[in-house]
């Protein structure tokens, strides 16, 4: 009958290497769990800061056609909203701001029916880290809406 001698450590000679397999499976978890939170709180900022410039830019949309219609159609319930003034106004802002130099890549797109004006940004993101099947450049957009009512 054989018998397993125990190395220095008291653990039988099988048994040695085990915790540096668990180790390294931990570390790997550990690094991947790192780079999804980083890369989930640069989306998320990269949202925020587009979301503030499209609700700009949809406000300055709804002031620039609330002044012209208040000046050449008179005031009703809601001023009414032209699509192309509406798509200048919004130029003109995200121009004015320097929009295209803090999000390369930025594309927008103004829906303005008759009461209302709807902006929706969108810019690539560069990932600080790379996560295996995440694409590298994700669009991040943001939509903003406003309502010009005229009240009493």
Do not use: K, N, W
């Not at 159609?73 to 200048?88: F, K, M, N, S, T």
Request: aromatic share 4%; hydrophobic share 45%; glycine share 12%.
């Amino acid at each position: 009958m054989s018998r397993v001698r125990p190395v220095p450590s008291g653990r039988p000679a099988g048994e040695c290497g085990q915790t540096s397999l668990l180790i390294v499976g931990f570390a790997v978890v550990a690094a991947l769990m790192v780079a999804v939170v980083v890369d989930a709180s640069a989306a998320y900022l990269h949202r925020q800061g587009l979301s503030s410039l499209a609700d700009g830019a949809a406000l300055a949309a709804a002031d620039g056609v609330q002044g012209e219609q208040v000046y050449t159609g008179g005031l009703g319930e809601r001023a009414r909203i032209d699509p192309v003034a509406a798509e200048q106004y919004v130029a003109d802002y995200l121009g004015a701001l320097g929009a295209t130099g803090s999000y390369p890549g930025l594309s927008y797109e103004v829906s303005a029916r008759a009461d209302r004006v709807v902006v929706r940004v969108g810019a690539p993101l560069d990932l600080p880290l790379s996560v295996p099947g995440v694409a590298r450049r994700p669009l991040v957009t943001a939509t903003a809406a406003s309502v010009v009512i005229i009240g009493d």
